[in-house]
């Protein structure tokens, strides 16, 4: 069959060749005059960062690292947006950052962040080698190895605390209470176990059957990690096989997790149609996550325990859990980090920016995350059910956890356990009321109040943490002029 289409000339081809590219190479020089040419134009904005670039290279006296340059030009523009959870990665700490998310590293074993320009403990992981050595949350870094903190980012924290298994690493902590700590931690691999029982049983397991005759279950969470929603799905399988008729999840020290383990938890409590959290982010449509009709325990009475270190995926369950009436929580205001992170990858896919890109919001409407200067933020107990533990309580308390790994205090109990026994040994105030209260529902059909309004309760964490911000400063500066004392000749000091 003979072709039907019309045979090409090769003066043609090369002019059809001609005119595309004449065609590319104005498309190009409009998008570049559009860039430069409209207001405030990108490749203008930028053009100074050249310049600059350009004069250090030139006229530098010293030796000039390009990459350093270029990294510390998008550490800085992440910095300037004033949020704690935006940061640029290098290819090196992007490397570092995939590697702890992952969950495969060695180093002290602690969630943390910056406050107030230092470097802060939110908590220690439990059994970590940060735990086992005295560790507590809400501490402030002062030094790590003898270099002070102040103004230190997160990354270069994280460097400096991870290391080799078996190392060591000496930090200077200020403790809630105001006491200053050196403490020499032994890095290790971190191990954590994301779902505890309340204590261990003799195949070093875990019970979870607090008050085997009311079958009362308790169930802590540590974290949201991986495989975290499975084993929480297979112990709540097994307690409700064992006829468990009210639960107390404990969320405290919490410092949450993946978005996807704390929606597969709430499905766990919530019938169908429920909202979870939304989010809402720059000129993007609110997203909003609904619970499945896939639910394992929708009637289970539900005691959720929360407190100052409970933050990110702990507060989208328990906000969950509260704002749709299916949980009493018990504890204190949560920490109020509710914003979403996407990890974005710059050219060539060696660096990235962790970018905010939209904040969490409460089935009620009411936004997680703790912005400068709000009053409100997080997730509040139950009304009536605010159960503060002051510093030295709450000191006293992790201190008392720690020995029971060693030495079980259950062993010696003469009977079952009570919520006197809780608050009078094992100092745990909040999860006494926590059995308290779901003793109480068993018994009444409603929930009890078991603490203290909210009103009251905020009033003295407030003018608490004033004074010790005030105090923090003093502190902070009067370290500071013993290091300016201690630089002056020896013949000027006092």
Do not use: C
């Amino acid at each position: 069959m003979p072709d039907s289409y019309p045979q090409v000339t090769p003066s043609q081809r090369f002019f059809g060749k001609f005119a595309l590219l004449i065609v590319v190479l104005a498309l190009i020089g409009n998008v570049l005059a559009f860039a430069y040419l409209r207001p405030y134009g990108i490749l203008r904005e930028l053009s100074p960062l050249a310049e600059a670039r350009e004069y250090i290279h030139q006229r530098f006296v010293g030796e000039v690292d390009d990459q350093a340059l270029i990294d510390a030009a998008l550490s800085g523009m992440a910095k300037a947006l004033g949020d704690d959870y935006t940061q640029y990665f290098s290819a090196e700490e992007l490397s570092s950052f995939n590697e702890h998310v992952s969950g495969q590293f060695t180093g002290i074993g602690a969630n943390i962040d910056i406050h107030e320009d230092r470097l802060r403990i939110v908590a220690p992981l439990d059994n970590s080698p940060a735990w086992n050595s005295g560790v507590m949350p809400g501490d402030i870094v002062l030094e790590i190895e003898g270099k002070d903190t102040l103004g230190i980012d997160i990354f270069e924290a994280t460097r400096q605390l991870k290391g080799e298994a078996g190392t060591k690493v000496t930090i200077k902590v200020r403790h809630r209470t105001g006491e200053v700590q050196d403490i020499t931690i032994t890095r290790d691999t971190i191990h954590v176990d994301s779902v505890m029982g309340f204590r261990r049983d003799p195949g070093n397991g875990y019970d979870y059957m607090i008050d085997p005759e009311r079958k009362i279950a308790y169930v802590r969470l540590t974290q949201f990690g991986d495989s975290s929603l499975e084993e929480v799905k297979d112990v709540l399988t097994k307690l409700k096989s064992q006829g468990m008729n009210a639960l107390i999840l404990d969320l405290r020290n919490n410092g949450g997790g993946l978005l996807d383990g704390a929606a597969g938890m709430a499905d766990l409590f919530l019938t169908g149609g429920k909202t979870i959290v939304s989010t809402k982010g720059k000129g993007a449509a609110t997203e909003t996550l609904v619970s499945s009709d896939e639910t394992l325990l929708p009637d289970l009475p539900l005691v959720v325990l929360i407190n100052e270190n409970s933050a990110s995926a702990s507060e989208i369950l328990a906000g969950a859990l509260l704002d749709n009436d299916r949980a009493l929580l018990v504890g204190t205001r949560s920490f109020g980090k509710g914003s979403v992170q996407q990890l974005l990858p710059l050219s060539g896919g060696t660096s990235a920016i962790k970018l905010t890109t939209a904040y969490w919001y409460l089935p009620s409407g009411k936004l997680i995350h703790r912005k400068p200067g709000a009053e409100r933020w997080g997730v509040d107990p139950s009304p009536g059910n605010f159960v503060p533990m002051d510093d030295e309580q709450l000191r006293a308390m992790l201190i008392k956890r720690r020995e029971a790994e060693v030495q079980d205090p259950y062993a010696e109990l003469d009977g079952p356990v009570t919520p006197k026994w809780l608050r009078e040994v094992m100092l745990d105030t909040p999860l006494a009321a926590g059995l308290e209260a779901a003793q109480q529902m068993r018994l009444q059909q409603g929930w009890p109040q078991v603490g203290i309004d909210r009103d009251v309760a905020l009033a003295k964490p407030t003018e608490r943490e004033a004074l010790q911000t005030r105090k923090q400063e003093l502190t902070d500066l009067l370290q500071q002029v013993d290091e300016q004392i201690e630089q002056l000749p020896a013949e000027d000091r006092p």
